[in-house]
């Protein structure tokens, strides 16, 4: 998708200055490797703007370099370019599944079953597809392989009368509703949708889309938004198209967020959209000797801080390890772009947002602790309701936890031992 970005920095990266030349060929190479990625024209010319006047104007901040202060300005405009975060309510709730011909919405119908059914709601799934041949059995057979209650009615010809029907028979928390497409958005299909969506009433009504398209995303997810109200976008087959970064972003900036990415074929192989992971991809990876070297210098246990149940606990404990001590700057210099694989601001965290931070701890409960990823826009309320702050900064801590356990979760138990550095170094790339 954005690979041809990571090589781009790397360059940079390598150069002996941060000088005007240098900065002007890294945003001639990131101009090119986003209009390659299907990134809007206009949207390539803002963004090479933003960094250009940033990196050649403002000081670097104390304890950055130049070429430091350059690439935490890159990462910040990709991240901003690729939208925020999907911000899923995991609730009992109706879902309206909808797009055109070959978008994978059968095949997310089964993902998204799966998704929810692994967080503990009884699951059921509509096949109100009349018109492709076969929908009806790859739903049911789907509905099968990830334990969601199905209904459908065979050579049924009113998809919304098979919806009403299936409401009165079925009986599951999370309902999702597969529909039918066409080749365009054409009157028969808009009517069919606002019918079904009439009888459904969903609280999520989903565009499907393949990340092939690239930015006529944007334009389809306006035409969607129009006939039947999306609010959020799933974009399918990011794991092979070259143009999935132009389809994310043409989502974002139609103002239809991006809540789920397929990335793969297998019904686990669905996410939830987190624009980090993607900038984090481009990055790099720290030198992992001299990081291992510095987290033992902390008298912290390397194995429980790189393995991959890295726990909020586990985040409380390291952070209050080294601020202060001098050694967190030391350790950020062993990464390459610094700030941008651990928190923005943990290097200057005082002792006043660490007590903060312990608070919001505080008031999490031990299942929000041991997987954040549970704290939902509901739950973010009631935290931050219990702990006397804002949902903005239970949303910061949440971040900045997950910004530091993208980093840990590159690394696995075995490879924390010397002997297996060589490997690990070569799992990423590096050996």
Do not use: W
Not at 62 to 88: C, N, T, W
Not at 152 to 162: C, L, M, N, T, Y
Not at 216 to 226: L, N, P, T
């Amino acid at each position: 998708m954005f690979d041809r970005i990571k090589d781009s920095i790397e360059k940079f990266s390598s150069k002996s200055v941060a000088d005007k030349e240098a900065v002007e060929q890294l945003v001639k190479d990131i101009q090119r490797d986003l209009i390659q990625a299907d990134v809007d024209v206009s949207l390539v010319s803002e963004l090479s703007d933003e960094i250009r006047e940033e990196a050649l104007s403002e000081e670097a901040p104390s304890g950055l370099s130049r070429k430091e202060h350059v690439l935490e300005i890159v990462y910040s405009k990709l991240e901003e370019l690729l939208g925020d975060e999907a911000d899923i309510e995991e609730k009992p709730q109706d879902i309206l599944l909808c797009g055109l011909y070959g978008a994978g919405k059968t095949t997310t119908a089964g993902k998204l079953a799966d998704f929810y059914r692994k967080r503990g709601f009884k699951v059921g799934l509509i096949a109100a597809d009349t018109d492709r041949p076969a929908a009806y059995e790859q739903l049911e057979q789907l509905s099968e392989d990830v334990d969601a209650e199905f209904y459908g009615e065979k050579d049924a010809e009113v998809p919304s009368r098979v919806v009403e029907n299936a409401l009165e028979e079925m009986d599951a928390d999370v309902k999702i509703v597969d529909s039918a497409g066409r080749d365009s958005l054409n009157d028969q299909l808009r009517e069919e949708l606002a019918d079904v969506h009439a009888v459904l009433q969903p609280e999520e009504t989903y565009l499907v889309i393949p990340a092939d398209i690239g930015q006529s995303a944007r334009k389809q997810a306006e035409k969607f938004d129009d006939a039947v109200g999306i609010t959020g976008v799933i974009v399918t087959k990011m794991d092979s198209s070259a143009k999935g970064g132009g389809a994310l972003v043409a989502c974002e900036h139609s103002g239809a967020d991006v809540q789920f990415i397929g990335t793969g074929e297998k019904m686990q192989d669905l996410e939830i959209y987190n624009p980090v992971d993607f900038v984090s991809d481009m990055i790099g990876q720290p030198d992992l000797e001299s990081l291992l070297e510095k987290v033992e210098e902390l008298d912290a246990d390397p194995e429980k801080l790189l393995e991959g149940d890295f726990t909020m606990e586990d985040f409380r404990e390291q952070i209050e390890s080294v601020t202060g001590s001098g050694m967190m700057d030391d350790l950020m210099q062993q990464l390459p772009f610094s700030k941008n694989k651990l928190p923005d601001d943990i290097s200057q965290m005082t002792e006043e947002k660490i007590g903060s931070y312990g608070v919001i701890m505080d008031s999490m409960t031990a299942e929000e602790k041991e997987d954040p990823s549970v704290i939902n826009k509901s739950r973010t309320e009631r935290i931050a309701k219990g702990s006397g702050t804002s949902r903005e900064e239970v949303r910061e801590l949440v971040k900045h936890f997950r910004q530091t356990k993208n980093m840990m979760d590159k690394f696995d138990k075995k490879s924390m031992k010397r002997g297996n550095m060589q490997d690990m170094l070569g799992k990423l790339g590096m050996g």
